[in-house]
């Protein structure tokens, strides 16, 4: 159980192009989803946290109009990139929680984006 | 603020061996605590977790964790590592309902464990 999916697994792009990546929970209803950002050989950096039916909220630095989050429904939300650049290249993993006084989080498998 | 140190950066054990990750945190309220580990252009797959009750809570592939207050730690442990255990650890704490960092983990720095035969 609690399994999560992103498609694309990886992706490469030229600058200045949009890229769309899916974060779906496939056994369970994710009322929260999370974004983070892996850069090589560090932790993981949130990004935005995402609720239902909501607007994101986004961490500190984020730029929201970069970065467009939606979470339409209770097992997807998605990820774009706008008008991605070469410093965007980096390795996004996604989580989902179900909720609770206490939300666990599974991950999906990430997905490696290079911006040519 | 919430924050959590794993002060290991690289640890290196032989197959068999018994292991232990060190994760310290720090947190004003009762913490929320996890382990996941990361192989290779992977996600993250969930070991434990510990809420409240038992401190010494068991995990999937034979890792346990105990949780002491007092030391503000939560250390990884296997009696007996393999060789596929080699991975990144990652010790998290989340913030409990009534907050506006609901629901979110900060990592410490993560672990890289080399296993050798």
């Known amino acids: 159980g609690a399994v999560v999916s992103q498609h694309p697994s990886w992706v490469i792009c030229k600058s200045g192009t949009s890229v769309k990546i899916e974060c779906r929970s496939l056994d369970f209803q994710a009322t929260t989803m999370f974004w983070y950002r892996q850069f090589p050989k560090q932790s993981l950096m949130l990004m935005a946290t995402?609720?239902?039916?909501?607007?994101?909220?986004?961490e500190q630095g984020v730029e929201k109009d970069k970065f467009l989050i939606n979470h339409a429904s209770l097992t997807l939300s998605t990820l774009t990139v706008t008008s991605a650049h070469p410093e965007d290249s980096s390795f996004y993993i996604c989580?989902?929680?179900?909720?609770?006084?206490?939300?666990?989080?599974?991950f999906g498998p990430g997905t490696r984006l290079l911006v040519l | 603020a919430q924050s959590v140190t794993q002060p290991d950066i690289h640890i290196t054990v032989s197959e068999g061996a018994s292991l232990e990750l060190r994760c310290n945190y720090s947190?004003?309220?009762?913490?929320?605590l996890f382990w996941y580990v990361q192989s290779p252009g992977q996600g993250l797959q969930l070991l434990l977790k510990?809420?409240?009750?038992?401190?010494l809570v068991q995990g999937i592939k034979g890792f346990e964790a105990e949780f002491k207050r007092s030391q503000s730690s939560f250390n990884l442990r296997k009696p007996s590592v393999h060789w596929s255990d080699a991975a990144e650890y990652f010790c998290?704490?989340?913030?409990?309902?009534?907050?506006?960092?609901?629901?979110?983990?900060?990592f410490g720095q993560g672990t890289i464990l080399t296993v050798h035969p």
């Open positions: 998290a704490v989340a913030s409990g309902a009534g907050g506006t960092s609901y629901g979110k983990l900060t």
């Open positions: 947190y004003g309220a009762t913490p929320y």
């Open positions: 995402s609720n239902e039916g909501s607007k994101a909220t986004y």
């Open positions: 510990y809420f409240s009750g038992d401190t």
């Open positions: 989580s989902a929680s179900s909720g609770g006084a206490v939300k666990t989080q599974y």
